[in-house]
Nanobody
Framework: QVQLVESGGGSVQAGASLRLSCRASGRTFNRYAMGWFRQGPGQERDFVAAIWASGYTNYADSVKGRFAISRDNVKNTVTLQMNSLKPEDTAVYYC?????????????????WGQGTQVTVSS
């Protein structure tokens, strides 16, 4: 069993940066792909970024060039650095883990989820 706990959300103005962190329990973290998803009010949960166990990354087109995902397999953490934030980035951000080590953009492919952290970007 893997437990994921996110931190780092908050309220910022457009153009600012935020750094989200997700700490995972369990000794098999380094075998999992990890992803970040987000869900705005009344919207579906959308893919943001993923990182394979190898470090290969994948991003949604809407965040390419602005967001960066990274992982530390010693500290069992995955981080999402978000720069040049826009009001449309406002959402609850979820950390997810995939035991299949597939950095899939589909939320159904992930086995474990954190509780979410709110990010609010004002114009």
């Amino acid at each position: 069993q893997v437990q994921l706990v996110e931190s780092g959300g908050g309220s910022v103005q457009a153009g600012a940066s935020l750094r989200l962190s997700c700490r995972a329990s369990g000794r098999t973290f380094n075998r999992y792909a990890m992803g970040w998803f987000r869900q705005g009010p009344g919207q579906e949960r959308d893919f943001v970024a993923a990182i394979w166990a190898s470090g290969y990354t994948n991003y949604a087109d809407s965040v390419k060039g602005r967001f960066a995902i990274s992982r530390d397999n010693v500290k069992n953490t995955v981080t999402l650095q978000m720069n040049s934030l826009k009001p449309e980035d406002t959402a609850v951000y979820y950390c997810a883990g995939a035991s299949s080590n597939s950095g899939s953009p589909y939320y159904a492919d992930y086995d474990y989820w954190g509780q979410g952290t709110q990010v609010t970007v004002s114009s």
